[in-house]
């Protein structure tokens, strides 16, 4: 980071804070298991019309852009809300030096561009200006390692082998792009995007609930999760029906490549944290909607 005139000062144990203009970055490395690059945007929703407009696009965030994840922080008043973004990463099995540079320069610049975009969507909630900065991904010749902790690209060929060698099963449902699979009843979609390079695992629940009666208690959930938990992304959607979508999103870039130990990682990670977002939202849906699970023995 230094390399890059960029310079943390210490804020916690095992947390560094970076102010910028218009945010305040936190890089937090108290998890052993992941890491995390965290930001609070200075906009501040002080009435409920701007919690709204807040809350919209936190919503929109998380359903349409690729990182980071958002959602809306209540100051300490309780009365006043903010706005928190952040990027996590799976350290299982570490990180080589070129990751950990990736994963730092891709944040912030996926950070950074989401507050730059605020400023221009609201911008009576704060006066700083931001900046955007950006990478394009490169494909480059590899040589497969021979050992399991080198990393090399990773395509939905690869993700697919890995997938199923780790004992799942998955359908192809578009050649080199999409698969589909079911794992402990829930519908996972695992897919690249347009460009492969970025990986995600999403899992997928949509109810017979109509979206204009469940958006609003689920965005509630939804906002809940990803302010306590690291991963996965939860948000909300409505379908083609007009029926309420809920989604879990587990994206990892893929650009500095993934050792076989990686690999194995973040499809543990992606399955087994979609799977806990679903029970999540599900339990909530039964509090809040009344919703009935089918599958349940209390019907």
């Known amino acids: 980071m230094r390399s890059r005139d960029v310079r943390f000062g210490d804020y916690n144990e095992g947390e560094l804070a970076y102010l910028t203009p218009n945010a305040a970055f936190f890089w937090n490395a108290t998890n052993p298991q992941i890491l995390q690059l965290r930001a609070q945007w200075r906009g501040i929703a002080r009435t409920p019309e701007q919690f709204g407009e807040l809350a919209r696009e936190v919503a929109t965030c998380n359903s349409t852009r690729t990182g980071p994840k958002a959602y809306v922080a209540p100051l300490e008043d309780g009365t006043q809300y903010g706005l928190i973004a952040e ?77 199923r060698d ?37 899992a997928l629940w949509e109810p017979d609930i109509p979206a204009e009666t469940g958006e609003h208690a689920m965005f509630a959930t939804a906002d809940n999760w990803n302010r306590e938990k690291y991963f996965p992304t939860v948000y909300t959607a409505t379908t083609p029906e007009g029926k309420l979508g809920v989604y879990a999103d587990f994206v990892v870039d893929t650009k500095p490549g993934l050792s076989n130990d990686q690999l194995r990682d973040v499809i543990a990670s992606g399955i087994s944290t979609g799977i806990a977002a679903m029970q999540y939202v599900k339990e909530s849906a039964t509090e809040a909607l009344g919703w009935v699970n089918p599958e349940s023995d209390e019907r």
């Open 166 to 202: 780790m004992g799942y099963a998955l359908d192809v449902i578009e050649e080199g792009r999409a698969g589909g699979a079911i794992f402990d009843r829930i519908p996972f979609l695992v897919s690249f995007d347009a460009a492969g390079r970025f990986l995600s695992i999403r």
């Open 87 to 163: 990027c996590n990463i799976v350290v299982l099995s570490g990180l080589t030096q070129t990751q950990l540079d990736h994963f730092f320069e891709t944040s912030m610049s996926m950070i950074m561009g989401f507050f730059a975009d605020l400023e221009v969507t609201l911008p009576g909630f704060v006066d700083w200006a931001g900046e955007k900065c950006g990478g394009a991904a490169m494909n480059v010749p590899f040589v497969v390692p021979e050992d399991d902790t080198t990393p090399y690209p990773a395509d939905f060929e690869r993700v697919v082998a890995g997938i």
